[in-house]
Structure formats: structure tokens, C-alpha cells
């Protein structure tokens, strides 16, 4: 019976701390190998967060880590992608490789005053790069479409220690291409 209190309460402070999730991406854009791609998604859980990073997942392989911490790029990421503002990645130059799925993802960490003391939120979007032919042209478009959002709440106690997980999931069906 606490532990459905607490997780109520925490549910509670969650939802009055950052007036729910919202999460905006820009509508479809074409770009042309060589030129430059911006992928803007503005995740606002009502606070602010410096854990942002970008991921690049392709066809059968595991996700790999492009950005984090805003712009921080990892080690083996190409020099023509950078990461800046609240989630926006760039692509300078455009190659045929860079086509996959394309994952942003924002972190915070709530304080609370009751047990448990504070709560992780994660959010994730997805965002495709597919390379498409139009026109003998090899053009990249970017299709900021919203597959999957899922936002992950972890309780930590005092330790810094999980806690119990809860996982919100929202699938979107219509797409926009």
C-alpha cells in the first residue's frame, strides 16, 4: 500500500513538475548528397537537461552513440555531424552512409521531496534518414516522423540506487510521406 502511494505521489509530482511531455519535430525536408541536413527535435518535459544525444541506428546492426551532452561528439563520429541548442543535430555534407534511423533522446532528473528522492525521465524519439533516388539525383530525406516515443521513469533512492521501472509507450501510426 506505500509503495502505491509513493509511486502515485511521484506520478503526481512528475506530471506537475513538467505539465506532461511534449515532443515537436520539423515536417518532412529533402536535402541533396553533399548538402547540409538539420534534424530538429524539441523534447520539453518542463525542465532543463543537458543529457542530450543523438543515435544512429542502420538496418540490422545495434544503435550507436553519435552525440552527447548537447555536442559532444563520440569517438569515431564523422566531423560533419554536430549537435547544438535543446536537441538539433546537423549534418554537414550529406553522404549516402548516413542513412538510417536516427534516435534523439533526453534525459532529467526530477528532485522530489518524499521517498523516492528523485526520478530519471528518458525520452526517446525516432527520426528515419533514408536515401532516396529522384530525377538521376541521390537526394537524403529527412522523414521526422514520430515511429515510437518512449519515456522511461526510474526511481532512485538516496544511494543513488533504482529503484522500481515504469515504461510509457505512444506509437504513432499515420505517417506523413
Not at 502511494?5 to 515537436?24: D, K, M, P
Not at 542502420?58 to 551532452?69: D, H, M, N, R, V
Not at 546537423?90 to 534516435?103: A, L
Amino acid at each position: 500500500m506505500n509503495n502505491i502511494i509513493i509511486l502515485i505521489w511521484t506520478i503526481a509530482a512528475f506530471i506537475q513538475e513538467s505539465r506532461g511531455v511534449t515532443l515537436t519535430q520539423p515536417k518532412v525536408k529533402t536535402v541533396q548528397q553533399g548538402q547540409t541536413a538539420t534534424i530538429e527535435c524539441h523534447i520539453d518535459v518542463g525542465i532543463y537537461s543537458n543529457a542530450l544525444a543523438w543515435y544512429q541506428q542502420k538496418p540490422g546492426e545495434a544503435p550507436k552513440l553519435l552525440i552527447y551532452y548537447i555536442n559532444t561528439l563520440q569517438s569515431g563520429t564523422p566531423s560533419r555531424f554536430s549537435g547544438s541548442g535543446t536537441i538539433l543535430e546537423t549534418i554537414s555534407g550529406v553522404q549516402t552512409e548516413d542513412t538510417g534511423e536516427y534516435y534523439c533522446q533526453s534525459e532529467h532528473l526530477i528532485s522530489v521531496v518524499q521517498k523516492p528522492p528523485s526520478v530519471r525521465v528518458t525520452v526517446t524519439a525516432l527520426i528515419q534518414l533514408r536515401d532516396t533516388a529522384a530525377s538521376h539525383a541521390k537526394q537524403s530525406a529527412v522523414d521526422s516522423i514520430i515511429q515510437k516515443v518512449s519515456m522511461t521513469a526510474e526511481s532512485l533512492n538516496n544511494d543513488g540506487v533504482r529503484g522500481s521501472l515504469w515504461i510509457f509507450l505512444w506509437h504513432q501510426a499515420e505517417q506523413l510521406f
